[in-house]
């Protein structure tokens, strides 16, 4: 079959119009920033805090809610609230939503196994098996937002944000929507964490991690934070972001003339790690300087090694999957 | 892979070239949970359980899955949007091909019968033990099915570099949520009137050229009954629709792309099956699905689909040849 072929040119990047988080380090932006220009403690898993979860502004319209749901309605919320000007009078049904998530909320999946295996197949619990489904936080978010347009669950283990990014371009240069609410969560369940010693290899350079991250998202000439593309080469950029490369062979060595940093320590690692990567970028450009842990800085002044206002993601997954961010 | 293949060889692809941006969109509800209960079982009853269900599942993503095993480079992505995956996904590829981030793309949805599945509707009261009976007085529930609907998308450029002919189109695709219910459609399916709505304002066509309606059709009550009032309000009382699911069963992940297939099967040989279980006509649905084999012309046909989460979905397909 053929596609109806619309549209055949590139497309032009997103503007951040605004964005949220629930992390192990905080949930307000500027505690969050704060804590990435500290150093942090070495520890096996970085949780979120159940206090940063325990909102009374959506405690009704997250009653029945877990916290895999709580951390991405949250972050969401946050996102959207602070895009709230730069969403002034777009219809609800002109927003889309997209939520993408590794592993999804297993820790509710296996909450329905208990009650399969304890009280039998026709007696488990509904509420434990529609909240265990993927889509489940796109559901709770587009209903307290009451978000009419297009709502997009994914999962990925590793370039779901990228792929994420690169959906909301197109839908926001075709004229699909006119914002969209886009993030990642991942949630450590009991499971997860009981059977991560023997997942992981030997003395990993990072813990485990969880949260949520959000950006409310419009096409590139709406009034923005800046400018996110999931399509750019990225060169001769100022800051250079990777996760841990230790762990990850496929990875390039930090090149030598730029600024080089990771957030993996601060947020711990995900399956969604991008995004939480993406927010240290997001954080270290408003800032003006980098933030989180500096795996390299360059000794020699050259015209890409200064500070400038773009980060680079260098995704590591085999499709060496990256995003290029620009302030303003 | 099986339907991957399949579609492939329909579409006259042997492989493709280093040069060739393939993407792959693929919809699935059940590849997608860590629902492994041998698994579990074992967790909850020693320390060390082995881990070969977790290891398994974490090289499993089902566009990572295909795009490997085809060895090609494009987006990826694995749709979990639950019962809409599978015409989502074929959304999604054609939103890629227009924005010319690739050249082919491999859109549609798997799913397996799974126990977890299978105890999950029965909990939700949804799950029939008799045949399914769609839009039917007397429906009384779903039947889970499993199976697996692909479709190959290519842009004009690359059909014509390849001399190929395509008969058919994604004309339009629209979706919406209904920002309802976590697990029943709006009662007056406004969702879907608006995913509808949108395809046909793509396809730049009124409903009255749409040919038939593939629906959604679980046989629940909701489901039907929302599903009924929306393509009477927009097609009017004489529109001509089928559910398949009384042939295949609930298949989830996979329903939209198996089903996104029988419409096409539906254009390219001009008849429909009956819509299978349907018997008496129910009061609360103003429409009733076709009831014998029936012949069909037109060049547009959509198909339909409804999910958790109060997603909608509908694509519109057009026979161009």
Redesign the interface.
């Known amino acids: 079959?053929?596609?109806?072929?619309?549209?055949?040119?590139?497309?032009p990047p997103v503007a951040v119009l605004g964005m949220g988080a629930v992390t192990p380090i905080g949930r307000e932006l500027p505690t969050i920033a704060k804590r990435l220009s500290e150093p942090i403690e070495p520890a096996p898993l970085l949780r979120v805090s159940d206090d940063l979860l325990a909102d009374p502004t959506v405690s009704r319209g997250l009653r029945r809610a877990d916290r895999f749901v709580r951390m991405a309605a949250i972050a969401a919320l946050d996102a959207w609230t602070q895009a709230q000007i730069a969403c002034a009078g777009v219809a609800?049904?002109r927003v889309g939503?997209i939520v993408t998530s590794g592993?999804?909320p297993?820790g509710r999946?296996?909450k329905?196994?208990d009650?399969?295996?304890d009280c039998g197949?026709?007696?488990?619990?509904?509420t434990d098996?529609?909240?265990?489904?993927?889509?489940?936080a796109?559901?709770?978010i587009?209903?307290l937002?009451?978000?009419?347009?297009?709502?997009?669950?994914?999962?990925?283990?590793?370039?779901g944000f990228e792929?994420a990014v690169?959906?909301a371009?197109?839908?926001l240069?075709?004229g699909?929507c006119s914002r969209v609410l886009l993030g990642a969560v991942e949630e450590l369940g009991e499971?997860l964490i009981?059977?991560a010693s023997?997942?992981l290899p030997d003395n990993p350079p990072f813990a485990l991690g969880e949260g949520a991250v959000f950006l409310t998202l419009g096409p590139s000439d709406a009034p923005g934070i800046a400018h996110l593309d999931a399509?750019a080469s990225a060169e001769d950029v100022g800051l250079l972001i990777l996760d841990e490369p230790s762990f990850f062979p496929q990875s390039a060595p930090p090149p030598a003339g730029r600024h080089t940093a990771t957030f993996t320590p601060h947020f711990g690692h995900t399956a969604s790690n991008s995004a939480f990567q993406s927010l240290g970028a997001l954080l270290s450009l408003s800032a003006g300087r980098p933030l989180g842990r500096l795996i390299h800085s360059p000794s020699q002044p050259s015209p890409q090694s200064s500070f400038d206002n773009a980060a680079t993601f260098r995704t590591l997954c085999d499709?060496s999957a990256s995003l290029l961010l620009t302030l303003g | 892979m099986l339907a991957v293949s399949q579609a492939l060889a329909e579409?006259g692809i042997e492989g493709f070239s280093a040069e060739t941006r393939v993407g792959v969109a693929a919809g699935t509800?059940v590849a997608?949970?860590?629902?492994n209960?041998p698994f579990?079982?074992a967790?909850?009853r020693i320390d060390?359980?082995p881990?070969d269900a977790?290891?398994d599942y974490?090289h499993a993503?089902l566009?990572?899955a295909v795009g490997d095993l085809l060895h090609v480079?494009g987006?990826?992505?694995?749709?979990?949007?639950?019962c809409s995956s599978g015409t989502?996904a074929i959304g999604?590829?054609?939103?890629?091909?227009?924005?010319?981030?690739c050249d082919v793309?491999i859109a549609g949805g798997g799913d397996e019968l799974n126990?977890?599945a299978?105890?999950?509707?029965?909990?939700?009261?949804v799950y029939s033990s008799e045949p399914c009976a769609p839009f039917d007085r007397d429906r009384a529930g779903l039947n889970l099915g499993e199976g697996a609907g692909i479709?190959?998308?290519?842009?004009?450029?690359h059909?014509r570099r390849r001399g190929r002919k395509?008969a058919?189109?994604?004309?339009?695709f629209g979706?919406?949520?209904?920002?309802?219910?976590?697990?029943a459609p709006h009662p007056d399916g406004?969702?879907l009137h608006?995913a509808i709505s949108a395809a046909l304002a793509?396809g730049q066509i009124g409903p009255a050229e749409v040919a038939f309606i593939n629906a959604h059709g679980t046989a629940t009550a909701d489901n039907d009954r929302a599903e009924g009032k929306v393509l009477a309000r927009i097609f009017g009382p004489d529109v001509r629709f089928l559910s398949t699911k009384g042939y295949t069963g609930h298949t989830l992940g996979a329903a939209g792309g198996l089903e996104a297939a029988f419409t096409?099967l539906g254009l390219r040989e001009g008849w429909l099956p009956a819509s299978m279980g349907f018997e008496n006509p129910a009061d609360d649905i103003p429409v009733a699905p076709i009831r014998g084999r029936t012949a069909i012309a037109g060049e547009y046909a959509m198909s339909t689909s409804l999910?958790?989460?109060?997603?909608n979905s509908a694509v519109l397909?057009r026979r161009?040849a």
Request: proline share 2%.
């Open positions: 079959m053929t596609s109806r072929g619309v549209n055949s040119k590139s497309l609800i049904d939503l592993l999804g297993h999946g296996f329905f196994l009650g399969i295996l197949d026709s007696s488990a619990l509904p098996f529609s909240h265990s489904v993927h889509g489940v796109a559901s709770y587009a209903g937002l009451d978000l009419r347009g297009p709502s997009l669950s994914t999962t990925d283990f590793e370039c792929q690169l959906l371009q197109c839908w240069d075709q699909t499971v009981r059977c023997r997942l399509t499709r | 579409a509800t997608s949970q860590l629902n209960i579990y079982e967790y909850r060390n359980p881990l977790i290891h974490l993503n566009a990572q480079a987006p990826r992505m694995t749709i979990v949007n639950a989502d999604v590829a054609a939103s890629w091909i227009d924005a010319d981030l793309a126990r977890v299978l105890a999950g509707f029965w909990s939700l009261g479709v190959v998308l290519e842009s004009d450029a059909a395509n058919f189109q994604v004309a339009g979706t919406a949520c209904d920002a309802h219910h976590l697990t406004r969702g608006a793509q096409v999910a958790f989460g109060g997603n397909i161009i």
